[in-house]
């Protein structure tokens, strides 16, 4: 069974540090992609970043980037200049397509990333 | 931008009460998923649905849940039976042709169970 592990419940820094958010999964397929949501107190989520596995090159979006590890199966994602507006649950998930017709996300259980001014 | 939404935003129903969820895709996705999350817990996939059925469903979807779209445009979650477990927030999302494509989350409804 596919499952994905964040091992950080929450984590805080300082505005404008850089902070990393790690996360574990296991699959014994080639062939999925992986994504980061941001659920702010609102509840919403919202898509940060993906990665698609056969992809070796790390995905960025601004200030949002991703170690991707195929190997370790490790997918950290890291936030530069952090900024008070990324105060949020982390969730890291997991997608693996063309296996029957599993087409669910799986979910960590969220790291809760505080930005204090 | 198209997004997903859902009504209503937050629903209280006393035990037992039956409950429709509703959600709006994007207009032009094919594949309908809900989702929920139990208030400090992680997000648990419920159901995906594609071309008028349902493609799959986790345990948690037992037979007080149902999915429907009657009209082409929403995409509806029933529960029959509300229990005081129901408490959680539910996600709709959609995503287009290819599963890998992003799924595109809703608001929520947050659902209270008296």
């Known amino acids: 069974a596919q499952t994905v592990t964040q091992s950080q419940p929450e984590m805080s820094v300082q505005e404008a540090e850089t902070v990393t958010l790690s996360c574990t999964y296991d699959t014994s397929e080639n062939n999925y992609y992986l994504f980061w949501y941001k659920q702010p107190p609102s509840r919403q989520m919202i898509l940060v970043i993906r990665?698609?596995?056969?992809k070796q090159q790390n995905a960025t979006e601004n200030r949002f980037s991703v170690n991707f590890q195929k190997a370790a199966k490790s997918f950290s994602l890291k936030i530069s200049d952090s900024q008070l507006g990324d105060t949020a649950m982390y969730f890291c998930a997991f997608i693996q397509p063309f296996m029957d017709s599993n087409y669910q996300l799986i979910w960590g259980a969220g790291t809760k990333l505080i930005i204090k001014p | 931008e198209p997004e997903v939404t859902q009504t209503p935003s937050h629903q209280v129903t006393q035990m037992g009460q039956e409950v429709i969820l509703r959600c709006v895709p994007i207009s032009n996705h094919l594949y309908f998923y809900w989702y929920r999350q139990i208030l400090g817990q992680k997000v648990e996939f419920l159901v995906s649905?594609?071309?008028?059925?349902?493609?799959?469903k986790s345990e948690i979807f037992d037979d007080q849940f149902s999915v429907e779209r009657p009209d082409g445009s929403n995409f509806t979650l029933k529960i029959r039976s509300t229990k005081l477990e129901d408490s959680a927030m539910y996600f709709c999302a959609s995503s287009g042709l290819g599963v890998y494509n992003e799924q595109f989350f809703g608001p929520g409804t947050r659902l209270t169970v008296l």
């Open positions: 990665q698609e596995a056969y």
């Open positions: 649905f594609y071309n008028n059925e349902i493609s799959e």
